[in-house]
């Protein structure tokens, strides 16, 4: 009796399993490609289906990293090659997950999807140069530093650069590059229940979405806040000058001038931070957080 498994089984699938299988052999195979487990991780998959079936002597569990791929029909077909190769002339039983769980079950399954200030977060600040995110973004560490709630972490665009970057260009190519590589250090801090406030331009619109898909692939809130303050005020607060080197063509590719800025339209919180104070900017962007879970408490 072979028993592909893609999500948690419940007391009832095995039972079914066992009672189809008639005192012979049981075989789960775990699929653990891409894609294929349903909310869980491959690691997770793995444990719930050994507390599942940990009282079942004829079991064996075995993962097969079999990834999903574009239509049903071809999924299935694969499954089908994968199961028969193991056990050729062995009935096929198909959990159903319903049901109730085993307690073993139940546990790695709260800690496999924690909930509240447990889950890891990135909070992703993006907008032009002097638009004031990375302003918000040090007043919201700064906010969660005097509750005390969390663990954070900073990964500000010229902090990033002059570290883990150090050596990319400013060509696209390259500031993309810089991007994904922020997200993917985000996502495995969030990974492991941190909570992670980023702050770079990042212009583009298909890169900040894979940012976003590493970090709720890794099970973390991810809140983007577009900070559109409007590029006339972002060069009125150039202290450095760039916006007017930029308009005399000494900086090639300068986002907002000779490079687009893509404004998103996914953002979770949109602010603009002119004319306004701090506090007021970064209220919007606490009131997502407070009702996303990712923070519980407030600033004395």
């Not at 052999?25 to 599942?52: E, K, N």
């Not at 990033?160 to 590589?181: H, M, P, Q, W, Y």
């Amino acid at each position: 009796m072979v028993v592909p498994v893609r999500s948690a089984l419940s007391e009832q699938d095995v039972e079914r399993a066992t009672t189809a299988a008639a005192g012979g052999q049981l075989l789960f195979v775990c699929l653990t490609g891409h894609g294929m487990p349903d909310g869980l991780s491959a690691p997770a998959l793995i444990r719930v289906t050994r507390a599942a079936t940990a009282d079942l002597r004829s079991a064996h569990v075995i993962a097969v990293p079999l990834a999903r791929h574009d239509g049903e029909a071809l999924d299935e077909s694969m499954l089908d090659q994968v199961l028969r190769s193991y056990a050729p002339e062995a009935e096929v039983v198909r959990p159903t997950g319903e049901g109730d769980y085993r307690e073993t079950v139940r546990a790695i399954l709260r800690a496999e999807n924690p909930q509240g200030t447990d889950r890891g977060a990135v909070v992703f600040f993006t907008g032009l140069s002097g638009s004031g995110k990375s302003t918000l973004a040090t007043a919201l560490l700064n906010h969660v530093a005097e509750t005390g709630e969390r663990k954070t972490t900073s990964l500000d665009g010229d902090v990033v650069r002059r570290n883990l970057s150090k050596g990319l260009t400013f060509s696209a190519e390259d500031r993309e590059t810089n991007i994904r590589r922020i997200g993917w250090v985000a996502a495995e801090i969030a990974r492991h229940g941190g909570l992670v406030v980023c702050s770079p331009i990042a212009p583009f619109d298909s890169t900040r979405r894979d940012v976003r898909r590493m970090a709720e692939d890794a099970g973390a809130t991810f809140v983007l806040v577009h900070v559109a303050t409007p590029l006339e005020e972002c060069e009125r607060r150039d202290r450095k000058g760039l916006y007017a080197r930029a308009r005399a063509g000494e900086i090639p590719e300068f986002t907002g001038i000779s490079s687009p800025y893509e404004e998103p339209a996914d953002a979770e919180v949109v602010v603009d931070t002119t004319g306004t104070d701090i506090a007021t900017a970064l209220a919007p962007v606490l009131a997502e957080l407070h009702q996303r879970g990712v923070l519980t408490r407030s600033a004395d």
